[in-house]
């Protein structure tokens, strides 16, 4: 079955430095990938969307890559702020073209 | 401009009661999709609409109903609550199908079932 894949240990990292979260996919290849923002107690908003024949995008500090030779997504926050901490999610549709997929998510803290 | 709104925000159940979470959007938008979230789980698709008068499946639909007689309303009932359904529900919006078009999430309903 179609699996994606983020690494559900929380990231811990120094303010300025930049973040990079991991977004696996397996038994499948999709068109699209989408990356959503979560805080406690709040529903996901959705940050940035890549398709498979970008290699790469950006909007502000944030920047999305998509290896479909790894079959890998990875998220980066450069020079990033306690007020990026969070819970950040990637999601795609399955192979059915009818149901979105999401990680379980992976938690980032940024120390000041 | 709304966006998604869902009520109620938190709902203690006994097992075997039934209740409705309701979910409204005031984007026109022709897909709407429910999800539970627990912990360590993700996102969990529970059922989804194309448009008004049409429904399917999601990963997780036993024990949950939908209709969806208006563009703007989709609601969710639980027909007999059990405590495997403790969890928060998340109700979101797109103007379509698939991961090319954003989704829109409401604030969720924390929901107990004892």
């Known amino acids: 079955s179609q699996k994606i894949e983020q690494n559900s240990e929380a990231l811990n990292i120094q303010e300025g430095k930049t973040a990079t979260l991991t977004c696996n996919y397996t038994?499948?290849?999709?068109?699209?990938l989408q990356w959503y923002r979560q805080d406690p107690g709040r529903g996901p908003v959705f940050l940035l969307l890549?398709?498979?024949?970008?290699k790469e995008k950006r909007k502000e500090r944030l920047k999305v890559t998509f290896d479909t030779t790894l079959k890998q997504s990875l998220f980066h926050i450069t020079a990033s702020q306690p007020a990026d901490s969070a819970t950040y999610l990637c999601?795609?549709?399955?192979?059915?073209?009818?149901?979105?997929?999401f990680g379980s998510g992976t938690r980032l803290s940024i120390r000041p | 401009n709304a966006g998604v709104t869902q009520t109620p925000k938190f709902q203690v159940l006994k097992t075997g009661q039934s209740m409705t979470l309701q979910c409204a959007q005031d984007?026109?938008?022709?897909?709407m999709s429910w999800y539970r979230q627990d912990p360590g789980m993700g996102l969990r698709l529970i059922h989804y609409?194309?448009?008004?008068?049409?429904?399917d499946q999601g990963e997780v639909p036993n024990g949950y109903n939908v209709s969806r007689s208006t563009t703007e309303d989709f609601p969710l009932r639980l027909l007999s609550a059990a405590p495997s359904q403790t969890s928060v529900y998340f109700c979101?919006?797109?103007?379509?199908?698939?991961?090319?078009?954003?989704?829109?999430f409401g604030p969720g309903t924390r929901l107990t079932v004892t």
């Open positions: 609409s194309v448009g008004a008068g049409i429904t």
């Open positions: 890549i398709r498979e024949n970008e």
């Open positions: 979101a919006s797109s103007r379509g199908q698939g991961t090319v078009y954003e989704q829109y």
């Open positions: 984007m026109n938008h022709e897909y």
């Open positions: 999601a795609h549709l399955d192979s059915s073209a009818s149901k979105i997929i």
């Open positions: 038994n499948y290849s999709p068109a699209y």
